[in-house]
């Protein structure tokens, strides 16, 4: 399984930016695809996450309210569409694969990761 996500960089406070993860390597049914986030010294943080199969969302309190997660099934794709982005968004964002469980916030339910892709937010 790969995930390659990409989508980060430089924007101002209340801009926006959408992060892709391409998924490649398995039928991904059954799965739940999830977003995370992390800044140095701090343990990774669920941001969003969907049910492949089911197309339900999921989100961390940081996403609530200004971040969409979707997926494509035709294109292998989850997306995460971030609005009225805040300074204290600035982050690695990761995001991961794993088989759905009850329990999406938590890192352990994902067994692959994607190599992460930054995103800092200027004030």
């Known amino acids: 399984v790969q995930l390659q996500a990409s989508g980060g960089g430089l924007v101002q406070a209340w801009g926006s930016l959408r992060l892709s993860c391409a998924a490649s390597g398995c039928d991904f049914s059954g799965y739940v695809m999830g977003w995370f986030r992390q800044t140095p010294g701090k343990e990774r943080e669920f941001v969003a996450a969907?049910?492949?199969?089911?197309?339900?969302?999921w989100y961390g309190d940081p996403a609530k309210g200004r971040f969409t997660i979707a997926r494509d099934i035709s294109k292998n794709t989850v997306y995460l569409q971030m609005n009225r982005l805040k300074p204290e968004d600035t982050a690695v964002y990761y995001c991961?694969?794993?088989?759905?469980?009850?329990?999406?916030?938590?890192?352990?339910?994902?067994?692959?990761w994607g190599q992460g892709t930054e995103v800092t937010v200027s004030s």
């Open positions: 969907i049910s492949w199969s089911y197309n339900s969302p």
């Open positions: 991961a694969a794993g088989v759905h469980t009850d329990v999406v916030v938590t890192s352990e339910t994902y067994n692959y």
